[in-house]
């Protein structure tokens, strides 16, 4: 089991960057992959970005490709979230997932462990 924790959300301008940091917990963080997803009012949890074991690979959801980078420390256990050129439209609450699998890894229903979320709101 892993134990997740996610921190640096908050208030930013249109146009600014936010790092999004997400801790776990336990020795088995680099057997997990590790994904962002976002939750806005009314709306759907959506696929972000995800990274895998090794972060030999990372995946991003279009509406963010160019603008965030998914990064992990598998010494720190600790998986990042650098998101530059924020838009009104990323407002919503962050969420770090772990998965075992490496299988339909844009899907939330693929990741097992979860944090409580961090909000981040984007003025305009």
């Known amino acids: 089991q892993v134990q997740l924790v996610e921190s640096g959300g908050g208030l930013v301008q249109a146009g600014g960057s936010l790092r999004l940091s997400c801790a776990a917990s336990g020795r088995t963080f680099s057997s997990y992959g590790m994904g962002w997803f976002r939750q806005a009012p009314k709306k759907e949890r959506e696929f972000v970005a995800t990274i895998s074991r090794a972060s030999g690979s990372t995946h991003y959801a279009d509406s963010v490709k160019g603008r965030f980078t998914i990064t992990r420390d598998n010494a720190k256990n600790t998986v990042y979230l650098q998101m530059n050129s924020l838009k009104p439209e990323d407002t919503a609450v962050y969420y770090c997932?772990?998965?075992?699998?490496?299988?339909?890894?844009?899907?939330?229903?693929?990741?097992?462990?979860w944090g409580q979320g961090t909000q981040v709101t984007v003025s305009s």
């Open positions: 997932a772990a998965r075992s699998g490496s299988l339909y890894i844009d899907s939330k229903e693929s990741y097992a462990y």
